[in-house]
């Protein structure tokens, strides 16, 4: 899996709040973690989709307590529509949904564990310097949902998840090998890395090796010998 974030300059950032001061506010944050990227903003669901369509950017950073369109009242479910509808129509998309409403997202969560592109949560209430953290893991193209209460009750595996878990660390394959026996792509299986560390709730720690704190978490759950 790869833990490198891109180069910071040139990166393109879409952020989503209708709380003007909220959104410049963000903007200013990042502005300093990502000196030479560029910002686009929109206030609405509408206007962020036409963003998206043209621009195409490199993360998305987003509120979901939105409103739909200009003059109608922000609700969070049309966040929670709208990112419904953009997992589905831009698999690869990085997303950071920054809110107060983060929990939720439980109610999509089937679309959450089949995304392609990174997907953090960071609550409104985390410091600045957490926020970037999330920030640059779903710019890796990381997923962290540990915060959204109740999208993981238990340690729920699924079985691709489960055969690369077998196949790295009772088979001893690299993630290339992986791939061809399972006839899909590297790309799809540091997906299935991504999705599988945050069901055992490994994330990315300074000094430590990912992929070994992985092992010893499924071994720990049981779910390697």
């Known amino acids: 899996m790869t833990n490198n974030t891109p180069e910071k300059a ?14 410049n506010g963000t903007v200013e944050i990042l502005k300093r973690h990502y000196p030479e990227a560029e910002f686009v903003t929109a206030i609405n669901a509408e206007n962020a989709c036409h963003q998206i369509t043209s621009l195409q ?4 950073v987003m509120d979901l307590s939105i409103p739909e369109k200009s003059g109608i009242t922000a609700r969070p479910d049309t966040g929670v ?38 997907f953090t949560v960071a609550d409104k209430s985390l410091s600045t310097q957490e926020m970037l953290t999330r920030v640059d893991w779903a710019l890796q193209g990381l997923t962290h949902t540990k915060d959204i209460k109740g999208i993981h009750t238990g340690i729920e595996i699924k079985p691709e998840w489960f055969k690369v878990l077998i196949l790295a660390f009772e088979e001893g394959l690299q993630d290339k090998a992986i791939a ?3 006839c899909i792509s590297e790309r799809m299986v540091r997906h299935y890395w991504s999705k599988l ?15 070994i704190q992985t092992e010893k978490r499924a071994r720990q759950e049981g779910l390697i010998d």
């Open 81 to 118: 529509q709208f990112l419904k509808k953009l997992m589905k129509n831009y698999c690869d998309l990085n997303i950071i949904v920054q809110s107060a409403h983060i929990r939720t997202l439980v109610r999509i969560r089937p679309d959450i564990d089949s995304h392609k592109g990174g």
């Open 180 to 182: 061809e026996k399972m």
């Open 57 to 60: 950017p490199d993360l998305l």
């Open 10 to 23: 040139f990166i393109q950032f879409l952020v989503i709040d209708d709380h003007q001061s909220v959104l």
């Open 197 to 211: 560390q945050d069901a055992l709730d490994v994330y990315p720690d300074d000094g430590k090796n990912i992929r």
